[in-house]
């Protein structure tokens, strides 16, 4: 068994004993077979000293027992690192940033406190997966649509508090952004609540999220200040009508026109979730493309286009949904090719057309994610090999966050192609690389790192390259807006405005509300006291 760092073994025993007391032993796992269950099967470090290992996880079923854990922690300075689901791939999983930590393990707290489909919000545990509320709200033939990530087995909680986004309509797919107030367990063990729940007796915790004075609700996303043991959320209400219309557009540098007049639609509240991609997708790997993308980067983009034209293949396509009543879906997508139809070349097409309720029949081969539904097709995607036939295992997410126009995208296309070549890599990039749209007020290009459970030489470069990206992203304004624990220190170390202040500000709360240090050690890069390093 592990040891936490800085605990001997006798106070370890005893913490593990009063975890038992507060849980009951059924619930508290320390066998190397139920710790392995908390590391993370995409790990870039995987099998190497630097692979993050848990000593124990603790299981509680509600709020009073996440307190007698807090306590117990806090007493004999056990670190502890709270997780919902564990689903998180990609980006850690259920993995902490300190290696011999405590899970604590909130998937028993799966309770649905509400589902208002009249005022539209819900109030879950940390428990509640996506399909969760979706089956309680299909249950019940409530009028309200969730807006869920890929994969759909993901906690409601764990996905806000990580910034995790959907696929839907406005800001409700950025899911913290859509929440409304807390209930957290602060380090002391104490329990606040934000927001209106922090009113006694105030029906409206779902409706407003602020309350009243400070808005401290962010501190508890990405951060490490408590442990979130409900959450307040909008829910859009059931539309009646949905339309995805595509267009295409034929040049390269189309997309700057394209995002301009997209961006005045979404923002205006006319679409739901645009999503870019390109029609060349299918012919890169077609011997006269793939020579062309092997060529230098401007030598691509204008070949690249050239081939487009002359095999009338679109460069760029734009999918728009529009959510709501018939007759306004439809005056709405008029409005969209009117102005669209600036664009010299423009071609447009409506996909496809549905009412609610949308039953399982006409949801089957659609991007059910945008409906509402819940799933896991995505696993269905298969995975990348690597060079060595030997084959990966997972990926580990770079997801920087670029400005929502289109020069920037161009800008993406060609640093981060050229910097794959630089590194002897074949791109993830090229120049007809779209943005993803999750975050509603900006762009995330995203890559996705392969990782390997048995070649470690290749999980090495590829942290190599990542942190590469990582920094050259940096220089240019583009940070990520999560990343694994690995690179947690080194993101948090790019925001860096006038000394590092926001860092400083976060460590200055740290130690005055977590004095001990014993929530999600170095999570978002935020060390406790005693574990930090000064010379960062």
Request: glycine share 10%; proline share 7%; hydrophobic share 40%.
């Amino acid at each position: 068994m592990a040891i936490p760092p800085g605990v001997n073994e006798r106070d370890f025993t005893s913490a593990l004993g009063e975890f038992e007391n507060a849980v009951g032993s059924d619930w508290v796992f320390t066998s190397d077979e139920d710790t392995r269950l908390y590391r993370d099967a995409y790990s870039p470090v995987q099998n190497e000293p630097e692979e993050i290992l848990v000593s124990a996880a603790v299981a509680p079923d509600n709020v009073e027992e996440v307190q007698q854990v807090v306590r117990v922690a806090n007493r004999y300075r056990i670190p502890i690192y709270p997780i919902s689901t564990g689903r998180n791939l990609g980006y850690g999983g259920s993995a902490p940033n300190l290696s011999g930590s405590v899970v604590l393990d909130l998937k028993r707290m799966n309770r649905v406190i509400e589902v208002d489909d009249k005022r539209h919000f819900a109030i879950v545990e940390p428990g509640v997966s996506y399909f969760d509320l979706y089956r309680y709200i299909q249950d019940r033939n409530l009028k309200v649509l969730i807006d869920c990530p890929d994969p759909g087995w993901g906690s409601v909680v764990g996905n806000a508090l990580d910034h995790g986004v959907g696929y839907t309509w406005g800001p409700y797919r950025d899911h913290f952004h859509s929440h409304s107030g807390m209930e957290v367990v602060l380090p002391n063990g104490e329990i606040m609540r934000t927001g209106m729940g922090a009113l006694p007796g105030a029906d409206s915790w779902g409706d407003y999220r602020y309350g009243f004075g400070p808005y401290v609700d962010g501190l508890f996303s990405q951060g490490n200040f408590g442990v979130v043991t409900k959450m307040g959320f909008h829910l859009l209400p059931e539309p009646e009508a949905y339309l995805k219309g595509t267009v295409t557009v034929p040049a390269r540098r189309d997309i700057i026109d394209l995002v301009a007049i997209v961006n005045q639609l979404e923002h205006a509240g006319l679409i739901g979730m645009p999503n870019y991609n390109t029609p060349l997708a299918p012919h890169f790997a077609e011997p006269e493309v793939a020579g062309i993308l092997g060529q230098p980067f401007a030598r691509s983009a204008q070949d690249l286009e050239r081939w487009a034209q002359s095999n009338d293949v679109g460069y760029y396509r734009c999918e728009l949904q529009f959510y709501g009543p018939r007759e306004t879906i439809q005056a709405n997508w008029r409005y969209a090719q009117r102005l669209l139809s600036d664009i010299p070349g423009a071609k447009f097409n409506v996909e496809y057309e549905l009412e609610w309720p949308v039953t399982a029949e006409e949801a089957e081969g659609l991007h059910k994610v945008a409906l509402g539904i819940p799933n896991l097709e995505v696993f269905n995607m298969g995975r990348r090999q690597s060079p060595d036939s030997l084959g990966w295992d997972g990926e580990m997410w770079f997801a920087p966050i670029i400005p929502k126009n289109g020069e920037a995208v161009l800008e993406a296309q060609e640093v981060f192609t050229e910097a794959f070549k630089e590194m002897g890599m074949r791109p993830f990039t090229n120049a007809a690389t779209t943005p993803q749209t999750w975050m509603y007020r900006a762009f995330i290009v995203i890559m996705g790192f392969p990782v390997s459970r048995i070649d470690v030489e290749a999980n090495q470069r590829q942290r190599e390259a990542f942190t590469r990206l990582a920094n050259l992203g940096a220089e240019r304004g583009w940070g990520e807006y999560r990343t694994p624990p690995i690179f947690q220190d080194l993101i948090m170390s790019h925001y860096s405005f006038n000394d590092h202040a926001l860092r400083r500000f976060s460590e200055t709360l740290k130690d005055a509300v977590d004095p001990n240090g014993i929530i999600s050690a170095g999570r978002g890069g935020i060390w406790p006291k005693h574990m930090r390093d000064t010379s960062a």
